[in-house]
């Protein structure tokens, strides 16, 4: 059974999905064609903002789809709020269909970030991961590949998740020299602490398998993109 207060929330969750949907319905063209200002509406505009109202929004942002693409990329250019962009940042990691504009946005911003240090900063380069790892292709590495110097060990990490997502067998080098470059900077205390170099290890290892899975050989495998 709902609380009252769950079912006041419910019912203005509904309300404002409705009452989008009458605008669609008033103007056909508003799915297709959505302005910055009507996208603006629809982030976030602080933590206050971040309630079921925001969970609204945030459906509506998916609906619109690749409408609202170019819009969210001009905004994701523009701000630097870690709010805002996380919200752009989880939008664009559910796009279906054309994936360039995101892509593009996402690959911009990890290099406007590349170097920050700080909580915000660390913040944005995991969701940018993320995003890169859910929607991106294989060359996409390439901008996950210097996230592997960064100070953080949670972006680190959350890159080389990624990269087992995207990577192939030829990136396996690019892992193997992270992890000798990193131990060689460090003592073998911090090395045995430092879960990005096991994480780093796991990664080889996945590669390596996905390789062999799919490498054409006379024993049957099927080669990349045959029917199972």
């Not at 064609?33 to 998916?62: C, F, H, I, S, W």
């Not at 962009?85 to 406007?112: C, H, M, N, W, Y």
């Amino acid at each position: 059974m709902f609380t009252r207060l769950q079912q006041v929330s419910l019912a203005a969750v509904c309300l404002a999905t409705s009452l989008w949907c009458l605008d669609l319905c008033a103007d056909p063209n508003a799915q297709s064609k959505p302005t910055k200002e009507r996208v603006l509406e629809l982030l976030p505009q602080g933590p206050d903002m971040l309630d079921r109202r925001d969970v609204a929004n945030y459906q509506q942002l998916l609906l619109l789809g690749t409408n609202a693409h170019p819009a969210l990329a001009e905004i994701l250019d523009e701000t630097s709020d870690p709010i805002v962009i996380s919200r752009i940042l989880a939008v664009f990691a559910e796009a279906q269909g054309d994936k360039g504009v995101p892509i593009a946005a996402t690959r911009k911003l990890l290099v406007k970030y590349q170097g920050k240090q700080n909580r915000d900063a660390d913040d944005v380069k995991i969701a940018a991961s993320t995003c890169l790892g859910r929607i991106g292709k294989p060359e996409e590495i390439n901008s996950l590949i210097p996230l592997l110097d960064d100070g953080d060990e949670g972006v680190r990490i959350n890159a080389l998740r990624a990269i087992a997502k995207l990577g192939r067998a030829s990136d396996v080098k690019r892992i193997q020299k992270f992890l000798q470059q990193r131990k060689a900077r460090l003592t073998a205390d911090e090395v045995a602490k430092d879960y990005s170099l096991k994480e780093a290890e796991k990664v080889i290892e996945q590669l390596t398998q996905n390789a062999k899975k799919v490498s054409p050989a006379s024993n049957g495998a099927m080669p990349p993109g045959s029917p199972e």
